[in-house]
Structure formats: structure tokens, C-alpha cells
């Protein structure tokens, strides 16, 4: 495995100490550093960064020691417009945001594991994508 690739929703989850989801997602990342390389994009970045004022306190929350920093491959974006593409043809609303299914392609690409909680949308349209999901 290349690494896991951490979805925000992971991070917000153990940042906001979330009533439901603290304990599942504070496991599940404790034992995702254990054996692999933890990785964020821009874009679970970006989805983190609206919990802090400044960019040095996000930045202290996702130590660049802890996560490596992986930029968005081309070919992400190409995969993850065909899967928002199908989706919305099946119906799916526009509030789904396209980059959740960027997220789910950088890590199909990459051959990374994807950890998130919502593993419902990524199972469907990254039937191969490895995940670690409840």
C-alpha cells in the first residue's frame, strides 16, 4: 500500500472530539499511523482549515511530520469528473461537492487507502479503492 490517504471528515471528527464519530475515527487514525504513511491533498486541507482562525494553528494541527502533504494528480481530476458525472445522471444532488469524488480519486490513483467514514459513495464509484471505513 502506498499509504492512507485521511478524509476530513476523519480529522473534524477527532479535532471536535465529534459525540458519535470521536472513537471509531480517533482509532481508526491511531492505527493507520502505526503501519502506514498518513496523507492529506489541498483539498482535505482546505475542508479542515474552515475549524481555525489562522493558517499556523491548522498547520500545527496537521503537522507536515505526521501527514505528508500529496499534491492532486492530473489524472484524479479526469477520473473524479466521470465519477460526479455518473452520479449526478443517477440522480445524486448537487450538494454532494465534486471534491469528495476527488478524494476517492486521488486515492484510486495513487493506490492509496482511503480513511473516511463515508464509505457508502467510495464504494460505489471506486469499487477497487481500498478502504478503512465503519
Same mark, same amino acid.
Given at each position: 500500500?502506498?499509504?492512507?490517504? !485521511?478524509?476530513?471528515?476523519? $480529522? ?7 459525540? =458519535? ?6 482509532? %481508526? ?13 489541498? $483539498?482535505?486541507?482546505? =475542508?479542515?482549515? !474552515? ?8 498547520? /500545527?494541527? &496537521? ?8 499534491? $492532486?494528480?492530473? =489524472?484524479?481530476?479526469? $477520473? ?17 461537492? &465534486? ?5 476517492? %480519486?486521488? %486515492? /484510486? ?5 482511503? &480513511? ?13 479503492? =481500498?478502504?478503512? /471505513?465503519?
Amino acid at each position: 500500500m502506498a499509504g492512507v490517504l !485521511v478524509d476530513s471528515n476523519v $480529522l473534524l471528527d477527532v479535532m471536535t472530539e465529534d459525540p =458519535e464519530w470521536f472513537s471509531w475515527s480517533s482509532d %481508526a487514525l491511531a492505527q493507520a499511523a502505526e503501519t502506514d504513511i498518513l496523507i492529506i491533498n489541498p $483539498l482535505v486541507y482546505a =475542508e479542515v482549515s !474552515v475549524r481555525f482562525e489562522r493558517i499556523e494553528e491548522l498547520d /500545527a494541527a &496537521l503537522p507536515p511530520t505526521h501527514f505528508r502533504r500529496d499534491d $492532486l494528480p492530473w =489524472e484524479a481530476g479526469f $477520473l473524479a469528473g466521470k465519477c460526479f458525472r455518473l452520479y449526478r445522471r443517477r440522480g445524486g444532488a448537487r450538494r454532494s461537492p &465534486l471534491p469528495d469524488f476527488y478524494v476517492g %480519486a486521488h %486515492a /484510486a490513483i495513487r493506490g492509496h487507502a482511503l &480513511l473516511t467514514r463515508d464509505g457508502t459513495r467510495y464504494r460505489t464509484y471506486f469499487p477497487r479503492l =481500498e478502504l478503512i /471505513a465503519p
